[in-house]
């Protein structure tokens, strides 16, 4: 897994993430601010939609560094604490990783490093020939 | 809420949804597929983000087409059944409807009208004066 | 799956519970009230561990009416709609059921048919031999 | 809340929870092993519903040592690890206390210190006078 990866789906394009770090600890994984990304024209908030899919993403790869592999969400809970605004940071760690299954545990941070959402994902991992 | 409230979202312009149907009932959004949906160049699958942000959005307005006004994601459970390619539409309905709290219920279909995703989300109901 | 598969179930036999259908389209499962499942001695409220304990067996049997063995809780998301009381119901049916992973939603509604609880629980499946 | 709050439960008395640890910083119950929390006469593994109510029970007190006073479970995401067995241990820690909501993570540990289960509950906080 490295930035060619990330630069080869076209959504992960449109949302610009930087993957900062990637290891069995885990991952980290930078989203800078974009217009595109506001929930109303007259408003500084993020969309609640580009913060799921930062965790969804953030998850992920945070399997993906343990496994080696691609692997598929299958369910994802997300918890909305306070309103996004500009740039925002998601760490992910891998609270179990089974045969069949991860599940894994993101934290979304904004620039000042306040707490803004924090989701909890299941992926499908690929069975070990 | 029309279709002007939509077009006022910016990261909603970007995604294209039509909502077809709000009453109270609950809704029916449209999401025609683009290029920047993809979860890889070389797939037509479309990205989970994509799904969730449906999910979020369809949820959102069944709630605000019962309250009449805005109301804000608390969070959201989402289950991805199986891959998700090309346009895409989502039903929501209100599960219950509290006094500062209400629950949705999510289906997301493609055009096949094959079942490719459901959520659940909580979304924050202001208080009545 | 029949009456003899709860009666071994040292839980099940505590909770009381009574398999009133099981076909594959679904479970219906009944909880008639013990004093026990009570959340304080001075109010009529059930615990909510009574209600999330219902919902993850009533999931859990829909599944295995449809693939006939055994499957085990994966994840479950439950949401509490209003305080429960009195004898519970709950249906259960299998929103999806993949090679490995099966997806179940339950209602939980009293006696007087409000909806007091749904639940939405992930349960694994045993690969076919 | 005290020993003499969680003797006033009737479920919580079933359960034998002891209450061991409830600060600021969170709380930690302990769960002593009953013979009628097995999931089947057979097998030494506690019933999911056993687990969940704990999960449930350990992220109220959390909230509660913080605010004060009782608050209600309003949804909960539970996550189960691999089989428990034996005596039981749940810790929880408030991650977000809202106005009018506070949402807490649990982990539940058995005696051998493995994480077998994790759980993220939302309750509804009263509002200050």
New interface residues.
Partial sequence: MDVTDIG????????GIKLRRADTEGVEIFLPFR????????SDWL????V???I??AGNYAVEAKVGEGV???????????PSRGDLTATATV??L?K??A?SDVCVRDLKGD?VA?G?A?Y?VPRKK
């Fill in positions: 080869r789906s076209p959504y992960q394009v449109f949302l217009q595109e990304f506001l929930r109303e024209a007259e969309h609640g939609g580009i799921s899919a930062l969804d993403i598929a969400t299958v369910d994802m809970r997300v918890d909305y604490l306070r609270v179990k089974g069949t299954t599940l707490l924090v909890r299941m499908a």
